[in-house]
């Protein structure tokens, strides 16, 4: 046909599972173009025929008009000269093809899917699996790429006519959706070791909740452990059962109203809330809400952990048609027992679940990928991502450089997530655990090995933490490829670096617990001179010995008790202060003096989670931790508390920033800084004033050094790491002072500052390797 033309559009990016092919065809049927689109794996190929000016239209319609939950990241357009004669616009079946993968994560139900749920007319009506071409599972149920039917766990559930008539039809919103059922031929909820399915096993599991119990909940990435949110007695039994006594509970909302009676809500917060991924918000608590929430969800805590309910089955736990009242708020809490991997299928919750709660309400479409919950804060009104997983993982980080390879990182012994990077794209797992416990290491192993083969990968190398003991170390040591071993806080920094997509040189922060150090002695308040090849130590706080193994991170009382012996050396005035600052017992403050005097069961540290824990305990507010964070979080909370009544700008102590020592490298004044705040705690001068006075004088000798080190290199880029970096106070008054001093700052986003974004910056460093070093 005359002044026709013919092009071709490659689509890359979350084009799968979404629903782009019909989208496409609706496009395509508005401007009336012949030709054809294609699912390719890695990215959707789309033939245009028609009018010039058609097919520009249609173009700019896929690119401006894509499904909702569609994420294009690149269009390739080519004019195509010598084109066969379309006479139609047709879907082709999806082809095995090569090259740039992206696989969509897992998507909350959406609004029309959620309407059609609750409308009794519909056939679809109170429907446990109800999804479309917008919304449902996609990573949690993949098998392999390219995302059919039969490629993922719904192959075992035939469509009935009526959904198989959705399916194939490009007029509906089911079109080409492959999880796509209903309650005639989809998967069915049932309680296990009970007779009660389907409906009945719904009620029962409401009632059991109404009624102060305690429900396991398989969803989509695994099971939750779930009772009334706003029962005393019922969330205190699911501690005692759970053994976490402290440990703030996530709490699932009925809706968005319910929230804002509890927790102040910004606008930005409201999009995450209500979007797509609904992770755990971290939100300020209301002074004059309603406090419908019982006070053992966050003990001492001013925020609560909220989500809203994204998978259809959790909607139902609000609102069924069986007259059952339910609490507006829920606890939903990982479905395992502490520091196992989330169950996932009937028999693990059997061995796990079963003595935590009273019924459990399961399913039976598999669980391909487990996928915890994503928790997620916000620093200055974006997005500050602590547990990056369902609803994010695994979609890629991507760096501008031009590294060419396929490479393997497993990350850290605590919080782990993987990462598997290919040229330059790195796509971090979902949050794996804690790798102390071997169930969890089988975990990472087996999804390592899926996450290969969905993303069509054979790594040349394997990057993983510095620790010989590491589990993750152990891991990469056994897979058969050449092993790249990286110091724990520079890979820290370099997960700042990739995730802000950052190519120069930068002097790290990096703020953490503990991390092995090439000199075998624990780091963890590091100032370093970073780039993607390695990195050189220019500062860090005052070394002082950390006594007494592994309950060291758990009694900060022990880390008090060491620091004031390094700064008094004077053993009976250290055990004399220790008394009057009731850390301990005076045969307990003694025997850890000697220890430390005499360097027993001591190792050598410059942890800044401990130094936070220290000082904690000297400050009287936490003495001893039972769970990771939870002395440092108390401090935080002190200090932020005292900084809403503070009436005119903080004065800082001006001590000194560095210490005058022999060392190579700029050292902190932290000892001086600990000693100075036992004085004046011990002069009867308020906890929350002096929690804040250590933030402030803390930041203050970290911008010191950072300027220092700016100054010894002529690096103006400071990018800030770090698991203490959660602390939004401290990531506050370091990133104004820097930007005062004209420096640029980095911080994270989507990737955690802790340990959980380690992997990323991990495989960033074994990709630069690949591009100097020929591995076969």
């Known amino acids: 046909m005359k002044n026709e033309v013919t092009k071709q559009i490659r689509v890359y990016g979350i084009v799968q599972g979404v629903g782009f092919r019909p989208t496409v065809s609706r496009h395509a049927a508005t401007h009336q173009i012949r030709g054809s689109v294609s699912n390719k794996g890695p990215y959707v190929e789309i033939f245009a025929q028609g009018p010039e000016e058609a097919v520009d239209g249609f173009i700019s319609d896929i690119e401006n008009k894509p499904p909702k939950r569609a994420a294009i990241l690149k269009m390739n357009i080519e004019p195509v000269e010598e084109a066969e004669d ?4 047709a879907i082709i079946e999806s082809e095995k093809t090569k090259g740039e993968i992206f696989v969509s994560p897992d998507i909350a139900i959406c609004d029309e899917c959620k309407e059609e749920m609750f409308d009794p007319k519909n056939r679809r009506y109170l429907h446990p699996f109800i999804n479309c071409t917008c919304c449902g599972p996609r990573l949690t149920i993949l098998d392999a790429l390219p995302y059919d039917r039969e490629r993922t766990s719904m192959k075992e559930f035939p469509m009935c006519p009526d959904c198989a008539k959705e399916y194939y039809d490009p007029a509906t919103r089911r079109y080409d959706a492959q999880p796509v059922c209903c309650n005639e031929c989809g998967p069915e909820v049932y309680l296990i070791g009970r007779e009660e399915r389907g409906r009945d096993a719904i009620i029962y599991t409401r009632r059991t909740i109404a009624e102060g119990g305690i429900v396991a909940i398989k969803g989509i990435g695994g099971f939750h452990l779930c009772c009334d949110a706003t029962n005393e007695e019922a969330v205190k039994r699911l501690r005692e059962l759970k053994k976490r006594p402290a440990k703030p509970f996530a ?3 009925k809706d968005l109203e319910s929230v804002k009676r509890e927790c102040l809500v910004s606008e930005e917060q409201e ?5 797509h991924q609904k992770p755990i918000l971290l939100l300020d608590k ?3 809400g309603e406090e419908t929430l019982c006070e053992s969800i966050a003990p001492g805590n001013p925020k609560v952990g909220v989500m809203l309910p994204y998978a259809p089955v959790q909607l139902l736990l609000f609102t069924y048609d069986d007259e059952i009242r339910m609490p507006s708020f829920l606890v939903m809490t990982s479905g395992n027992t502490s520091g196992a991997p989330i169950c996932r299928e009937d028999k693990e919750a059997i061995q796990e679940l079963s003595r935590l709660c009273d019924c459990m309400l399961s399913h039976n479409r598999k669980i391909r990928i487990r996928a915890d919950d994503s928790v997620m804060d916000f620093y200055k009104n974006e997005p500050y991502m602590i547990r990056r997983s369902r609803g994010y993982a695994p979609l890629p980080t991507m760096v501008q450089m031009s590294w060419k390879g396929q490479v393997l990182a497993t990350g850290g012994e605590l919080k782990n997530t993987f990462c598997i990077g290919v040229d330059g794209r790195f796509y971090p797992s979902p949050y794996v655990g804690d790798l102390e416990d071997l169930r969890t290491v089988e975990a990472l192993k087996e999804t390592i090995g899926r996450m290969e083969t969905l993303l069509e990968v054979e790594p040349k190398v394997v990057a993983c933490d510095l620790h010989p003991k590491y589990n993750a170390t152990v891991v990469a040591e056994e897979l058969g490829l050449p092993v790249l071993k990286i110091q724990h806080h520079f890979a820290h920094i370099l997960s700042c670096m990739a995730e802000n997509d950052c190519e ?3 002097i790290g922060v990096s703020f953490d617990g503990t991390g092995y150090g090439t000199d075998g002695t624990i780091w963890g308040g590091e100032i370093l001179r970073c780039d993607y090849n390695g990195f050189e130590r220019l500062g860090s706080i005052k070394p002082f010995w ?12 022990r880390i008090a008790g060491s620091l004031l012996y390094e700064e008094l050396q004077d053993k009976e005035k250290t055990v004399e202060w220790m008394k009057k600052l009731e850390l301990c017992t005076e045969p ?7 220890m430390t005097g005499r360097h027993l069961n001591a190792v050598q540290s410059t942890s800044a989670g401990r130094l936070f824990d220290g000082v904690s305990a000297i400050l009287g507010i936490r003495k001893k931790s039972t769970f990771e964070g939870e002395a440092s979080m108390a401090l935080e909370f002190a200090a932020e508390a005292y900084e809403k009544t503070m009436q005119h700008p903080y004065e800082p102590l001006m001590l000194k920033p560095f210490t005058e020592t022999a060392e190579d490298r700029l050292i902190l004044n932290t000892g001086e800084l600990v000693k100075n705040l036992a004085k004046k705690r011990l002069a009867g001068e308020d906890a929350g004033q002096l929690a804040y006075e250590f933030h402030q004088e803390l930041a203050r000798q970290i911008i010191s050094a950072a300027l220092t080190a700016s100054h010894q290199t002529g690096i103006q880029k400071v990018a800030l790491s770090g698991g203490v970096f959660q602390n939004r ?4 008054l370091v990133e104004e002072g820097l930007v005062k001093q004209g420096l640029i700052t980095l911080h994270h986003h989507l990737i955690p500052p802790n340990d959980g974004g380690l992997s990323l910056g991990q495989a960033a460093y074994a990709m630069a390797y690949l591009q100097k070093h020929e591995i076969k």
């Open 86 to 89: 379309f006479t139609e616009f």
């Open 251 to 253: 709490v699932m909302a």
């Open 271 to 275: 999009k995450i809330l209500t979007g």
């Open 286 to 288: 209301k002074e004059d």
């Open 504 to 506: 120069d040189p930068v």
């Open 546 to 557: 950390q006594v007494g193994g592994d309950l060291s991170a758990k009694e900060g009382w």
């Open 588 to 594: 307990e403050a003694k025997v850890l003096v000697t």
């Open 729 to 732: 106070l401290l990531l506050r």
